[in-house]
């Protein structure tokens, strides 16, 4: 597979994509060497990936270093936490983040509870919000 292969969304190979180029944007962004924070984004309405992991994604940076698990348990707790249904996630993921249509779409889901964000996505830094569009890029 090249580095630039489309994956369906929402599969193990999908979340493996995510977590993967979240981790590479990171380590190039200078993070702190004393930045400790996790995030967990969840899909509420989920399959299950593995025993006891639905669809979703662990990350970490530990001392600066990211890391990733695909898959989150239903009660896992991060600094952020982002649960949504998998359908809104879809709609969000097949949009880059200059469309209208991808503001639109955030805010209605953050309004009707399709998407709920617990925590402060801003302190991961820019890097975050730069990797959605490469994510986009990547996705079927």
């Known amino acids: 597979m090249t580095t630039d ?13 995510v977590g993967t180029l979240m981790s590479e944007v990171a380590s190039q962004s200078g993070l ?5 924070l996790s995030l967990v984004e969840r899909y509420t309405d989920g399959v299950e990936l593995s025993e006891g992991l639905v669809q979703g994604l662990r990350f970490d940076i530990l001392r600066g270093k990211p890391s990733f698990r695909v898959g989150a348990r239903r009660d896992e707790w991060a600094d952020v936490m982002i649960e949504i249904t998998a359908a809104a996630a879809r709609k ?20 009707t509870g399709e998407m709920r964000v617990q925590g402060d996505p801003s302190r991961m830094g820019g890097w975050l919000n730069a990797v959605h569009d490469r994510i986009v890029n990547r996705t079927i």
Request: a negative charge; proline letters at 5%.
């Open 92 to 111: 969000l993921n097949r949009l880059r983040s200059a469309d209208p249509n991808y503001t639109a779409a955030l805010e209605g889901f953050l309004s």
């Open 32 to 36: 702190s060497p004393e930045l400790n």
């Open 5 to 17: 292969a489309k994956i369906c969304h929402g599969t193990t190979a999908w979340f493996e994509m």
